[in-house]
């Protein structure tokens, strides 16, 4: 069975910094193509960043810079390491795997950043 | 970037009635497009990949069509569970783009 769990979110002053984490596990991790896609309070589904099989990164423009995704594959693991946060920056933040076809096909239950002072 | 607008927002309609929502594209960057349906306090579930693919486990009454700048997903005969959010994404090499999603609710 797929499983994706988010861990890192949580409180953080404007300009601080978070890294999330998303342990893997159900499948073979180093094969897949993964995203982080943040959902803010109440609004839409909004892609933050992908990182292929390789370690190939792609960003948002509204994160580039900020935001820098990696991946452990010998422990399962995807991050998101988040500096210079900003209030626009708050939601929750979804771990997905991609199927063969590069298509988001599984979502973790999600991280909760919230930056606020 | 291409834009993605989803129309209508909001698509009031009773169980077994058909629902088609639409995805417009401002520029066509990618032939890469798919619909997830989102429900209240759950995460997004794939439904339809490239164009018109159906994903595993999803009904036969989803279906997807479209290519170039308008693509559409059509609910033959809307069941109780399908009322939801319903967003579509074009991917390129380089990036991902949402649409900014339709609420399928019940009249």
């Known amino acids: 069975e797929v499983q994706l769990l988010e861990s890192g979110g949580g409180l953080v002053q404007p300009g601080g910094s978070l890294r999330l984490s998303c342990a893997a596990s159900?499948?073979?991790?180093?094969?897949?193509?993964m995203s982080w896609v943040r959902q803010a309070p109440g609004q839409g589904l909004e892609w933050v960043s992908t990182?292929?099989?390789?370690?190939?990164?792609y960003y948002a423009d509204s994160v580039k810079g900020r935001f820098t995704i990696s991946r452990d594959d010998s422990k399962n693991t995807l991050f998101l390491q988040m500096v210079n946060l900003r209030a626009d920056d708050t939601a929750t933040y979804y771990c997905?795997?991609?199927?063969?076809?590069?298509?988001?096909?599984?979502w973790g239950q999600g991280a909760l950043v919230t930056v606020s002072s | 970037d291409s834009l993605l607008t989803q129309s209508p927002a909001t698509l009031s309609l009773s169980p077994g009635e058909r629902a088609t929502l639409s995805c417009r594209v401002s520029q066509s960057v990618s032939r890469y497009f798919a619909w997830y349906q989102q429900k209240r306090g759950q995460t997004p579930r794939l439904l339809i990949y490239d164009a018109s693919t159906r994903a595993t486990g999803i009904p036969a009454r989803f279906s997807g069509s479209g290519s170039g700048t308008d693509f559409t997903l059509t609910i033959s005969s809307l069941e109780p569970e399908d009322f939801a959010v319903y967003y579509c994404?074009?991917?390129?090499?380089?990036?991902?783009?949402f649409g900014q999603g339709t609420k399928v609710e019940i009249k």
């Open positions: 159900g499948f073979t991790f180093r094969s897949y193509v």
């Open positions: 994404l074009q991917r390129t090499q380089w990036s991902r783009t």
């Open positions: 997905a795997k991609d199927n063969d076809q590069i298509y988001s096909d599984f």
């Open positions: 990182i292929g099989t390789s370690s190939d990164t």
